[in-house]
């Protein structure tokens, strides 16, 4: 079974461009989350996705994080304009429909340094 | 709100060592219990889970036991290898249907030979 896929790897940007993340979850996983983890912190939740609905974005700054997921499968996490302060590894992570609540599965992450 | 909070790090062991790595949490409820663990260049991965008051989560030698009477679920190894080097996310997730992780900082452990 093939995991959850993240692109790009790496990216390094200056402050106030924009930067874009892609992640195609497990075949079958309709909850598909985004979570940011800056170096030395655990991973926080920007925003939650039921199929292509919004279940909790209470945490995403809306001002210059957006996030989609069109047709319930890949999602994309935007940045624009990024500040320093957003230098962090974004995480894609699924769950099964039905799977025990809290067992995830998570992508190797996309590492975003901002100059 | 519900939060976790574990050991600081790193922890450096010898092989062969026994590990400890404390957490306790803050929450409403009954939530559900979990270390993740992440190995050097890869993923996030479930290591272990325990989903109420008094169940031991077990996986690979490690062991966690929930006790809600201390609000804590400490992860333990009876020995530890070099392979078991990594970086350990203590985290819950409230047995609401779809509730998102919330985690812990994590631990560094490094074992050396």
């Known amino acids: 079974e093939a995991g959850v896929a993240q692109s790009p790897r790496y990216k390094i940007i200056e402050k106030r461009q924009s930067v874009a993340f892609w992640c195609n979850p497990i075949?079958?996983?309709?909850?598909l989350y985004w979570y940011q983890q800056i170096l030395g912190q655990g991973p926080k939740l920007l925003i939650q996705?039921?199929?292509?609905?919004?279940?909790?974005d209470s945490q995403l700054p809306k001002d210059r994080f957006s996030a989609e997921r069109l047709k319930g499968v890949d999602s994309t996490l935007k940045i624009q304009p990024a500040k320093l302060e957003d230098s962090a590894v974004y995480l894609c992570a699924s769950r099964a429909s039905g799977g025990t609540s809290g067992e995830l599965f998570f992508g190797e992450g996309s590492r975003l340094t901002v100059l | 709100g519900d939060s976790v909070t574990q050991m600081e790090g790193p922890v450096t062991l010898s092989e062969e060592a026994f590990l400890t790595i404390n957490c306790t949490y803050t929450a409403t409820g009954y939530p559900s219990l979990f270390w993740y663990v992440q190995y050097p260049g890869e993923g996030l991965q479930l290591l272990l889970k325990a989903t109420k008051a008094d169940d031991k989560g077990s996986n690979k030698g490690f062991e966690a036991t929930y006790r809600k009477e201390t609000t804590s679920f400490h992860l333990e190894k009876g020995s530890v290898q070099v392979s078991d080097s990594a970086v350990y996310f203590c985290a819950l997730s409230a047995n609401q249907a779809g509730t998102a992780l919330i985690f812990g900082k994590g631990t560094t452990l490094s074992v050396s030979s």
């Open positions: 996705f039921q199929n292509n609905g919004v279940v909790d």
């Open positions: 075949s079958g996983h309709a909850t």
